[in-house]
Each structure stands twice: as structure tokens, then as C-alpha cells.
């Protein structure tokens, strides 16, 4: 028999999940249960994303600068890599966020099942535990996650693969591995491994790599791993994939000025980083009533309600976007679209927007950007003005040997409103969040440039683009 209904029933203690119960019982005081079936408690990010995937990219970079040391006329005679070292720092770095995500879910606040749920009815779940323990809830959370995606390539399943989570753990520098696939964790994983001095061959299958981004911003990126190394092959269709005696090989059609060739490549071993999926196979969401998009996400309306109105969706689950700080305020939001009074329904976060919308690559140069794309902008026939300024021609970045990337800011042409921007080069990651605050404000280039800006610093190099754009525009 289920138990007294729950206020809340969240599937999925990650950052989607856990935030919107804490939203649930702090701020509304409400039953709470979190269902979590993972080896480990605390959520894709912290122990198998972003935090371990950023702490190791720290370390290779600090790394390759220390291998550049002639480059500042300095005299490192060794700089490598010690690969236990850095492991046992990443994983001491992870406990500390686990332990502390770990013990806010157990604190009391909330009923935590260590287990995994199935729909048995639209308000009902069944967890796979040794008493197949029912639950019930009025409302209920999915923030399952999501999982690494096997793609139907020949061969591509019979074949021992990597994936992320196996590259994040790697206790040893292997000799050579092949990238299948060019999104942002193929793009940061196999600069991680050239810098530790892994052969490496990327196969992508569209023109360029992060396709979601400018061409332009791309060819940078693939340039920068070009030149530390890595082989990068671009506009391929895999033809097979099999196991030999020393690894693995890899045979696909390669088009290049407009002649295709049949290539292939040999490593010791492959890393399948061609995407994820929607964590949803187990859950039986036709039993409550929810629908999934063509894409295989939940669909979700702008309150995060699924086609079962008493029953929503967050993070990588229902996307669009698998990024933390958006999970986190989908988590946020469905609490409270919960549990207000439908008089008077929370606020859509700015965050939640498309047109906000904020990404970062941790690559080395980083590429980031928000607001709209150029492309997205012509899509939608919203008229914008564009200007640019490359890093090779600033003062602090040349001193820094950081000249590859470019800053370019979007703009409307009457007024100068920020419409978005595209930041590629050295600390781009920190620089982008210079628009967050203007862009969410619907403030203009002028506006950016009534405030003080330090020399010399790289992010004074914001200044050459929005000084273009200002005389371009009507005020």
C-alpha cells in the first residue's frame, strides 16, 4: 500500500532535483521525498561533470604553461604530468562537494530512498528496492539525468569504448585514443588528454567541431588543438569500428574540398563521446501520462509542467539545455509553480530565456557566449549589428601569449541594446558574464561604456567592440 501521500516526490537527488526540494521545504514547509538510486549521492555535476572535468582541465592547463616556460624567459627544466597525483586530487576535491550535497540530503528535511522508481499510476511509484516500497505524491518531480548515448554505428557496441566517466577516472596516461564526436566533452576531454600526452585522433561528423557555435569560434577552437597536436578530422561519416590485437580501429568516409576518401585510424583504445540522452527507459512515464518530444526528452511547458499537469520535469531530463545553473532554476521554478497560489504564479527566471541564454567551453582558448547567436538573430529576422576585436592586437593578452580568439558583441541597430556576445580566447568563460548583468537589464553599448574599465586588463578589450557599435547606432 503507497504510503501518506508526499507534498513533493522528487526523482533524482542531482541539481534540478535536490534544489527544487529544498525550494519545497524551506520556502513552503511541505512533505518532501527525494528518490536516488545513484552509487553515489550528489548528482551528475559534482561527481561526474562538471567538477571533476574542470579540476582536471586546470591542472593540464597549469601544465602547459609550465611547459611554455621558455616562451616568458623562464627555465623549467621538467614539467609532466604525475596522473595518480592529479587523480587523487580530483577525487579529494569531488568528496568535499559530494559529502556536503550528501549530508543536506540526509539531513532530516527530507525522506531519502536510496533506489529506483517506475510509474505504477500517475501520482503512484514503484522503487526497486527488496520491499517494492510504493510512494505517492500530489505533485511530483523527474530529474533523472541523463545518460551517455550509444549511437547504431557498425561495430560501435561490440567494440570496449570509454566513456566520459572512464576519461575523468583515469589513474594512467594511455598511449593513444581515438574522439568519436566534436561537442563540448569530445572538444575538453581531448585537449585534457593531448596535454597529457596522449596521441590523439578526433573523428567529427559535421563541417566543424561544436557545431552549436559560430563557424568562426569553431575554426579557433580547432586550430588551437591542431597546433598542440591532436589529429582532427572533420566531415566524416563512420563506416566501422573493430577491435585489433592492439586496440581499435576505425574506418569512415572522410570529404575534404569537395572529395571524399576512405580513411582509417588505429589506438589503443576509443572514447565514445558522441552525446547523451534523457534518463527515462526505467521510469514507465506512459503509466502517468507523460509524453516525451521527438528529440526522447520530457516535454515540459514554461513551468516546467509535463502533459501531466501535477507532474514536472527538470535538468537534462527535459533540457533544452544540459546546464547546471539552468537546472537549478527549472528545479527552483517547479517547486514553486507547485506549491503557490495559482493567483499568483512565480515568475519566469531570466535565466529560463533563450534569449539569456549563457555557455561556456572549457577548452584552452575557452569559447563562450550569451544571448542570441548571429545565426539565431537572422533566423528570427531581428535586425542587430555586429563588431568584433581580436585578441592579437591587445595589449594584456599578447604579454600573456593568449593571442588566439576574438571578442564580438551583437547589438540592436537603433539604440545599441545588447542583443548577445561572442567571447573566444583566454578567461572567455569569466569575460562573458561581463554581458549577463547589461543583457538581462536591456541596457545598450553606451551604457557599457559609461562604466570604468581598468587598463591593462584583458577584459578592457570589451571596449573596442562596444566603441564601434556606439557609432554605428542612432544615439
Same mark, same amino acid.
Given at each position: 500500500?503507497?504510503?501518506?501521500?508526499?507534498?513533493?516526490?522528487?526523482?533524482?537527488?542531482?541539481?534540478?532535483?535536490?534544489?527544487?526540494?529544498?525550494?519545497?521545504?524551506?520556502?513552503?514547509?511541505?512533505?518532501?521525498?527525494?528518490?536516488?538510486?545513484?552509487?553515489?549521492?550528489?548528482?551528475?555535476?559534482?561527481?561526474?561533470?562538471?567538477?571533476?572535468?574542470?579540476?582536471?582541465?586546470?591542472?593540464?592547463?597549469?601544465?602547459?604553461?609550465?611547459?611554455?616556460?621558455?616562451?616568458?624567459?623562464?627555465?623549467?627544466?621538467?614539467?609532466?604530468?604525475?596522473?595518480?597525483?592529479?587523480?587523487?586530487?580530483?577525487?579529494?576535491?569531488?568528496?568535499?562537494?559530494?559529502?556536503?550535497?550528501?549530508?543536506?540530503?540526509?539531513?532530516?528535511?527530507?525522506?531519502?530512498?536510496?533506489?529506483?522508481?517506475?510509474?505504477?499510476?500517475?501520482?503512484?511509484?514503484?522503487?526497486?528496492?527488496?520491499?517494492?516500497?510504493?510512494?505517492?505524491?500530489?505533485?511530483?518531480?523527474?530529474?533523472?539525468?541523463?545518460?551517455?548515448?550509444?549511437?547504431?554505428?557498425?561495430?560501435?557496441?561490440?567494440?570496449?569504448?570509454?566513456?566520459?566517466?572512464?576519461?575523468?577516472?583515469?589513474?594512467?596516461?594511455?598511449?593513444?585514443?581515438?574522439?568519436?564526436?566534436?561537442?563540448?566533452?569530445?572538444?575538453?576531454?581531448? *585537449?585534457? /588528454? &593531448?596535454?597529457? %600526452? !596522449?596521441?590523439?585522433?578526433?573523428?567529427? +561528423?559535421?563541417?566543424? #567541431?561544436? =557545431?552549436?557555435?559560430?563557424?568562426?569560434?569553431?575554426?579557433?577552437?580547432? *586550430?588551437? /588543438? &591542431?597546433?598542440? %597536436? !591532436?589529429?582532427?578530422?572533420?566531415?566524416? +561519416?563512420?563506416?566501422? #569500428?573493430? =577491435?585489433?590485437?592492439?586496440?581499435?580501429?576505425?574506418?569512415?568516409?572522410?570529404?575534404?574540398?569537395?572529395?571524399?576518401?576512405?580513411?582509417?585510424?588505429?589506438?589503443?583504445?576509443?572514447?565514445?563521446?558522441?552525446?547523451?540522452?534523457?534518463?527515462?527507459?526505467?521510469?514507465?512515464?506512459?503509466?502517468?501520462?507523460?509524453?516525451?518530444?521527438?528529440?526522447?526528452?520530457?516535454?515540459?511547458?514554461?513551468?516546467?509542467?509535463?502533459?501531466?499537469?501535477?507532474?514536472?520535469?527538470?535538468?537534462?531530463?527535459?533540457?533544452?539545455?544540459?546546464?547546471?545553473?539552468?537546472?537549478?532554476?527549472?528545479?527552483?521554478?517547479?517547486?514553486?509553480?507547485?506549491?503557490?497560489?495559482?493567483?499568483?504564479?512565480?515568475?519566469?527566471?531570466?535565466?529560463?530565456?533563450?534569449?539569456?541564454?549563457?555557455?561556456?567551453?572549457?577548452?584552452?582558448?575557452?569559447?563562450?557566449?550569451?544571448?542570441?547567436?548571429?545565426?539565431?538573430?537572422?533566423?528570427?529576422?531581428?535586425?542587430?549589428?555586429?563588431?568584433?576585436?581580436?585578441?592579437?592586437?591587445?595589449?594584456?593578452?599578447?604579454?600573456?601569449?593568449?593571442?588566439?580568439?576574438?571578442?564580438?558583441?551583437?547589438?540592436?541597430?537603433?539604440?545599441?541594446?545588447?542583443?548577445?556576445?561572442?567571447?573566444?580566447?583566454?578567461?572567455?568563460?569569466?569575460?562573458?558574464?561581463?554581458?549577463?548583468?547589461?543583457?538581462?537589464?536591456?541596457?545598450?553599448?553606451?551604457?557599457?561604456?559609461?562604466?570604468?574599465?581598468?587598463?591593462?586588463?584583458?577584459?578592457?578589450?570589451?571596449?573596442?567592440?562596444?566603441?564601434?557599435?556606439?557609432?554605428?547606432?542612432?544615439?
Amino acid at each position: 500500500m503507497p504510503t501518506k501521500p508526499y507534498d513533493l516526490l522528487v526523482l533524482g537527488g542531482g541539481s534540478a532535483g535536490f534544489n527544487a526540494a529544498r525550494v519545497a521545504r524551506d520556502e513552503f514547509g511541505k512533505r518532501v521525498a527525494i528518490v536516488d538510486g545513484a552509487r553515489e549521492l550528489g548528482g551528475l555535476c559534482i561527481l561526474r561533470g562538471c567538477m571533476p572535468s574542470k579540476t582536471l582541465l586546470w591542472m593540464t592547463e597549469v601544465l602547459h604553461l609550465a611547459q611554455k616556460g621558455k616562451t616568458f624567459g623562464l627555465h623549467i627544466p621538467v614539467a609532466r604530468p604525475d596522473i595518480r597525483a592529479m587523480h587523487a586530487r580530483k577525487k579529494k576535491i569531488i568528496a568535499e562537494f559530494a559529502d556536503y550535497r550528501a549530508r543536506a540530503m540526509n539531513s532530516g528535511k527530507y525522506d531519502l530512498y536510496r533506489a529506483n522508481a517506475r510509474f505504477i499510476d500517475p501520482h503512484t511509484v514503484e522503487l526497486n528496492d527488496d520491499k517494492r516500497t510504493r510512494l505517492s505524491a500530489k505533485k511530483i518531480l523527474i530529474a533523472t539525468g541523463s545518460r551517455v548515448s550509444t549511437p547504431p554505428i557498425h561495430g560501435l557496441a561490440d567494440t570496449p569504448h570509454w566513456t566520459s566517466d572512464d576519461v575523468l577516472d583515469l589513474n594512467f596516461i594511455p598511449k593513444s585514443v581515438i574522439v568519436l564526436g566534436g561537442g563540448i566533452i569530445a572538444v575538453e576531454l581531448t *585537449q585534457y /588528454l &593531448r596535454r597529457l %600526452g !596522449v596521441r590523439v585522433t578526433l573523428i567529427q +561528423r559535421s563541417p566543424n #567541431i561544436l =557545431r552549436d557555435h559560430s563557424p568562426e569560434a569553431s575554426a579557433v577552437i580547432q *586550430q588551437a /588543438l &591542431r597546433d598542440e %597536436g !591532436v589529429e582532427l578530422f572533420t566531415h566524416t +561519416r563512420i563506416e566501422k #569500428i573493430a =577491435r585489433t590485437k592492439r586496440g581499435v580501429r576505425v574506418t569512415f568516409a572522410h570529404t575534404r574540398n569537395g572529395t571524399t576518401k576512405s580513411v582509417a585510424r588505429e589506438a589503443a583504445h576509443l572514447f565514445n563521446a558522441l552525446g547523451r540522452e534523457p534518463n527515462t527507459a526505467g521510469l514507465n512515464l506512459a503509466a502517468a501520462g507523460v509524453r516525451l518530444t521527438p528529440a526522447g526528452r520530457i516535454r515540459a511547458n514554461r513551468h516546467q509542467q509535463t502533459t501531466a499537469p501535477h507532474i514536472y520535469a527538470g535538468g537534462d531530463v527535459c533540457g533544452p539545455n544540459d546546464i547546471v545553473h539552468l537546472a537549478i532554476a527549472q528545479g527552483e521554478l517547479a517547486a514553486r509553480h507547485a506549491f503557490l497560489p495559482s493567483t499568483r504564479p512565480p515568475r519566469i527566471p531570466a535565466i529560463l530565456s533563450p534569449t539569456h541564454l549563457l555557455n561556456v567551453v572549457f577548452t584552452d582558448p575557452a569559447l563562450a557566449t550569451i544571448g542570441l547567436l548571429e545565426s539565431q538573430l537572422r533566423a528570427k529576422k531581428i535586425p542587430f549589428i555586429a563588431a568584433s576585436y581580436p585578441y592579437n592586437d591587445h595589449g594584456k593578452t599578447i604579454l600573456m601569449d593568449a593571442n588566439a580568439g576574438y571578442v564580438k558583441v551583437l547589438a540592436d541597430p537603433k539604440r545599441g541594446r545588447i542583443l548577445g556576445a561572442e567571447i573566444v580566447g583566454r578567461d572567455a568563460g569569466e569575460l562573458i558574464h561581463i554581458f549577463s548583468t547589461p543583457l538581462v537589464m536591456r541596457a545598450t553599448v553606451h551604457d557599457m561604456l559609461r562604466a570604468p574599465w581598468y587598463h591593462p586588463t584583458i577584459a578592457e578589450i570589451i571596449t573596442y567592440p562596444l566603441e564601434e557599435l556606439a557609432e554605428k547606432t542612432n544615439q
